[in-house]
């Protein structure tokens, strides 16, 4: 493949179509079906849906036998499926896997002037806006790529693009459409999921594992009706108290540490090596990307030891609050109730339905004072861990790595979860999984002032190109495309950073 064209004819889409629908894309306020109950009435989805499925349909307009339908289970978010059939030598049953979302997580506060979840902005290399990187660009950067190969009359495999539009919510209707779907997505050797980080945006980063993740609603109640505090203190206790008091069952208020060894698993020796040398490589960049305020600092100095935190231990933050007023109204009364949403990410390999069930019943039992304790579980997702590289794989990663970045590629475990990969590692075991993304350093997914690096899509677009053409030469020559399946979750070969 000449890389210079591949170069040029990527860098030319993103810059004449691909940034251009992506800016039409972030206005559109498709908040996952967990932040907007009435998502069908609104109608916002449909219309990222349309976006992305009429940019599609006219890309592929000249791939002879390629295909696109809006697939639509009753009663459950669309999903967008795109068949390429192979080009060169035919693939059988075999095809690559190009997986992304569309929907988004809510608008969040605390945009920077000029800047909002609905409003793209352009400043330099980064395209700000609410879902650009988490994840719009990943039907765009797949065809793409895709379409680079036919560019140059590449050979690939057959090959599969799947949109979903529920992961921010759990990708809880995606089992359906796999299953679905499943006679005509085949057995895939190779998944691509463009929905992950990167550690910098100065080499090719590929994800090892991602932690699963539970959570939901704890409410404690202890009136029927708010009353006089002055009153009532001393004699009812107070409901933040008692909220306080079972947080402190699941998590060591001083240290952040998880108090119950239920949700631990033993860390791989291969992914502590990895943290190490991740560490190493980033230095202080692994807690500089976040906005501390003056004066703050991280919870550990092991920088190491925050690899770790972030991929392969469990950690709680409280994301929502419900019963406590706003302080310009917050009178002398002793509030009924106190809520909070908890979101717990669970170690990679850890069962998330199992350690959901656990928490529950933690917070809930033997609740203080007799008060009313409910917590309502929202999700239980079980995080995954990379089966070992084929050598095929390895060697397409280090090539695509130094030719779309000029740098070696760098491994190492994310600390979000994306549902999708656990269940296709269940479901393709010998399954081969190349895991990347552009969400690095300060981009922010889920919080203020998202944005989008824009080289650094270009570039992955450039190494899923060619990684899906060396699959296709791996295959002509007679190569083992997968790896055997193997009982639990297999662990990433021994690979350095850098």
Known sequence: MDTARLQAFVGGMWDDEVVPQLVEYIRIPNKSPMFDAQWVEHGYMDDAVKLMERW??????????????????????????????????????????????????????????????????????????????????????????????RDQGVPHARCVVMIEACEESGSY???????????RIGKPSLVVCLDSGCGNYDQLWLTTSLRGMTGGNLKVTVLDEGVHSGDASGVVADSFRLLRQLISRLEDEVTGAIRPRELYVEVPAQRLEQARRSAEVLGTAVYDKFPFVAGMRPVAEDLAELVLNRTWRPQLAVTGVDGLPPLGSAGNVLRPHTAVKLSLRLPPTLDGAKAGEFVKRLLEANPPYGAKVTFELEKASTGWNAPQLSSWLEQAVADASQRAFGAPAAYMGEGGTIPFMGMLGEKFPGAQFLITGVLGPHSNAHGPNEFLHVPTGKRVSMVVAQVVAKHAEASAKGLTLGVAAQAGHAQMGDHGCC
């Open 173 to 183: 209707d995606l089992p359906y459409y796999v299953d679905h779907l499943a006679a």
């Open 56 to 149: 599609a349909r006219a890309k592929l307009a000249g791939v002879a036998g390629a295909t696109l339908e809006v697939v639509r289970l009753e009663g459950r978010t669309p999903l967008i499926y795109i068949d390429v059939p192979a080009s060169g030598a035919a693939s059988g049953d075999d095809c690559v896997l190009l997986y992304g979302h569309l929907d988004k997580q809510p608008e969040m506060t605390g945009w920077s002037d000029g800047l909002g979840p609905w409003t793209p902005v352009i400043k330099g290399d980064k395209l700000f806006g609410r879902g650009g990187a988490d994840d719009g660009y990943a039907i765009f950067g797949s065809l793409s790529a895709l379409l680079a190969l």
